[in-house]
């Protein structure tokens, strides 16, 4: 587990601009069994978190069409709650940070660690608005 002064930061990015911290299983299950849409980040301390994941996040929220809700976990510190979103973006494995598309509790979109690792933010928050234009 990461010390809270060095996480909470990291928080606050996503916070900051409308995503609900979710830190028990309880927390995610509830957001996800909700109708329409629910972006779902899974935040990291990982430097591609910080460089791209986050702000890709972030910058997906100038378009037009946004998901409903925007909710996140923490992986290595709310490692229940990271296991439930991870849980429910199976088919694919675990991978921080990842951001996921839910439509009506359903998965619609994913970006892997593969796909944001290496990218700059700005095509990740492209990427994040195709999806939202068809899903939301």
Known sequence: MYPAEIVQPMRDELTAVGFT???????????????????????????????????????????????????????????????????????????????ALFKDGELVHMLERHHIEGRPAELIAENLKDAYNTHC
């Open 21 to 99: 911290q979710c830190t028990t299983p309880e927390n995610v299950s509830s957001a996800l069994s909700k109708s329409g849409t629910t972006l779902v980040v899974v935040n990291s301390v990982c430097g591609c978190a910080a460089a791209n994941a986050r702000p890709g996040a972030r910058m997906s929220l100038a378009n037009d069409k946004t998901p409903v809700q925007l909710i996140t976990v923490f992986a290595g510190v709310d490692k229940e709650a990271t296991a439930e979103a991870r849980n429910q973006m199976v088919p694919f494995p675990p991978s921080s940070p990842s951001i």
